[in-house]
């Protein structure tokens, strides 16, 4: 069975902190990593990793995949209260196109 | 920026009575899906469905629940004979899949209430 685990669960940090969110996976026939912020309603699409090692970036936010080990981080950097939400990991498969979601990492920004 | 639209945004049905929940993919996306989230839980993919057939359905999606694109524009959810754990928010999904590998973009939901 497919598995996900996002540490921490919550997070209260100060704003202009930076932080750094975890995911690790467990898939079958894994094709991505995907990121996603969710706020009162849809997920909102932040990144899609595909290779390892190779950092993508918007902005504040960047991402990083490792294969190898299974796993990703999400980094914030001088945050914001407009960046409290949950954010979401989901690895995809080959074939279906499936996300599995993990169960997220509350993050709240106090100013 | 095109964006994927649900509706109804809230749904009150009774226990029993079947329910349609409807969507609007982007326009030149191939792959559309549908998951739930109930309160509280993590988001729970239910189906997907890729050239007028379902490709994947999970264990969620069972003899209940049945998806359609009965049009060029439109993705259907039925829930047949609701029940009260089927109360979640649904959300739908569409990416242009295959090759392409471009990530899914998730409409704002229905909220699904049984009573």
């Known amino acids: 069975e497919d598995k996900v685990v996002q540490s921490p669960l919550s997070l209260v940090v100060h704003e202009g902190d930076t932080v750094t969110l975890n995911c690790s996976y467990e898939v079958t026939n894994f094709r991505s990593l995907l990121w996603y912020k969710q706020e009162k309603k849809a997920p909102t699409f932040l990144f899609m990793l595909t290779s390892s090692g190779i950092e993508k970036k918007s902005g504040r936010l960047s991402s990083i995949l490792d294969k190898k080990e299974l796993s990703s981080i999400l980094n914030i950097t001088a945050t914001q209260t407009g960046d409290s939400a949950i954010y979401l990991c989901?690895?995809?498969?080959?074939?279906?196109?499936?996300?599995?979601f993990g169960t997220g990492t509350r993050l709240t920004i106090i100013p | 920026e095109p964006e994927v639209t649900q509706t109804p945004s809230h749904q009150v049905t009774q226990m029993g009575q079947e329910v349609i929940l409807r969507c609007v993919p982007i326009s030149n996306h191939l792959y559309f899906y549908w998951y739930r989230q109930i309160l509280g839980q993590k988001v729970e993919f239910l189906v997907s469905?890729?050239?007028?057939?379902?490709?994947?359905k999970s264990e969620i999606f069972d003899d209940q629940f049945s998806v359609e694109r009965p049009d060029g524009s439109n993705f259907t959810l039925k829930i047949r004979s609701t029940k009260l754990e089927d109360s979640a928010m649904y959300f739908c999904?569409?990416?242009?899949?295959?090759?392409?590998?471009?990530?899914?973009?998730f409409g704002d939901g229905t909220r699904l209430s049984i009573l």
């Open positions: 469905f890729y050239n007028n057939e379902i490709s994947e």
């Open positions: 999904a569409s990416s242009h899949g295959g090759s392409s590998n471009q990530p899914q973009h």
């Open positions: 989901a690895p995809s498969n080959f074939g279906n196109e499936k996300l599995t």
